[in-house]
């Protein structure tokens, strides 16, 4: 028989490093924000022992460090796109973290600072955006799109830890295509939970309304504002487009009916659902989750065109319950995009994804006014 020594032996950590990376797996990496060595060095770095959210926080602060010195000699462009992965860096690193870890809200507050330095550098520069919204802010960025007069605007959001930065590199798609872009994080999201407080309840339309209130005041944008939803966030946009008629256009990427369905699959998963209802009883987490569902009579009241994306083996939401969303919708312009190798949220096709959906976006909103070029999607 052979022998084994404490050498062979499965580190401790090893378990939650391969859940993290299921979690966060290379393509979900790379076509959210960071660049392919940095997707490697940190799965090395947690592979080692150390914690992925420090392993994170230690490949970005690094990052930044880059990036300011080619900010102070002048490379501008390098800058501005080692600050946003820096950021990126800080938000994959923070993702497993509680909400009760003394690291998350300096972490959070330094992927903000990054994103923010990034977008600075951008042209026209990039807008933090606060909402009041019940004593609190809705927090958002704003991306114009360069020589565009009052263009069209998408509001694009999440789901329960997939937040609003992770999308940046599809608003560039948008950009390039003359469309402006509210990169938000709802109730319950992202620095809106973090920093603000605000959790998700029944009443969510009401604060998509308000950022919809407050896009309509910007005289910089035009009167046509769509919605694209990831993952749960999916379900968002189709709620909200139901419930309010300013909307004009509707994506759903990876969404479904009933966001609770996760819970019949991934028991765990609730810790998730807890943070983003602030619910600390999980059973009435659970109970409260389950009321979230688009009703044959809620979809009535979506009449706008939509365009549903989805992956044939997704386990996250089925595929079945994003096509009732399709099928339910009343709207005569409907699409459905099926990947029949399609992970959740179609990340192994990013580009493709991203360009459908762009040009989808740029047909339903009549831009007319489109740049010649369309960048480096950075």
């Known amino acids: 028989m052979a022998e084994t020594t404490d050498t062979d032996a499965t580190p401790p950590w090893a378990a939650e490093v391969a859940a993290h990376k299921r ?19 940190l799965y090395a770095l947690a592979d080692s022992g150390i914690p992925w959210a420090d392993a994170g926080a230690q490949l970005g602060e690094r990052i930044a460090a880059s990036a300011a010195a080619s900010k102070s000699e002048g490379h501008l462009v390098t800058a501005r796109s080692d600050y946003l992965r820096a950021s990126a860096c800080y938000r994959v690193g923070q993702v497993p973290l509680p909400d009760s870890d003394p690291r998350k809200k300096p972490m959070y507050r330094k992927l903000i600072e990054y994103y923010g330095a990034a977008g600075e550098l951008a042209d026209p520069p990039v807008d933090h955006v606060e909402i009041p919204y019940r004593g609190a802010r809705l927090c958002g960025w704003l991306l114009r799109p360069a020589g565009v007069d ?9 789901g329960f830890d997939g937040w609003r930065e992770e999308y940046h590199v599809g608003a560039t798609y948008l950009l390039a295509r003359g469309i402006a872009v509210f990169l938000v994080d709802g ?7 973090i920093l603000q407080g605000l959790y998700l309840d029944a009443d969510v339309p009401e604060a998509f309304s308000a950022m919809v209130d407050h896009l309509q005041t910007d005289d910089r944008l035009a009167d046509r504002i769509g919605i694209w939803g990831n993952s749960m966030g999916g379900y968002l946009a189709a709620l909200v487009a139901a419930s309010d008629s300013r909307i004009a256009a509707c994506a759903v990427n990876g969404g479904t009916v009933r966001p609770a369905e996760i819970l019949d699959r991934y028991k765990r998963f609730v810790t998730k659902v807890q943070a983003l209802l602030g619910i600390d009883d999980p059973d009435k987490a659970v109970e409260t989750m389950n009321t979230f569902v688009l009703t044959d009579d809620t979809l009535s009241g979506l009449t706008c065109p939509l365009h549903v994306m989805h992956g044939t ?13 399709h099928d339910g919708a009343a709207s005569s312009d409907k699409t459905f995009s099926e990947f029949l190798d399609g992970d959740h949220c179609i990340y192994n096709h990013s580009h493709d994804k991203h360009t459908r959906l762009g040009d989808w976006f740029a047909d339903r909103l009549g831009v007319t006014d489109r740049p010649s070029a369309e960048g480096d999607h950075r």
Request: aromatic fraction near 4%; glycine fraction near 10%; charge should be negative.
């Open 150 to 158: 009052t263009p069209p605007v998408v509001i694009v959001m999440g």
């Open 313 to 325: 083996p997704d386990q996250i939401f089925l595929i079945e319950n994003a096509r009732a969303l």
């Open 187 to 193: 109730p319950g999201q992202g620095e809106s939970r």
């Open 23 to 41: 979690a966060m797996p290379l393509q979900r990496l790379i076509g959210n924000g960071l660049d392919y060595a940095d997707v490697t060095e």
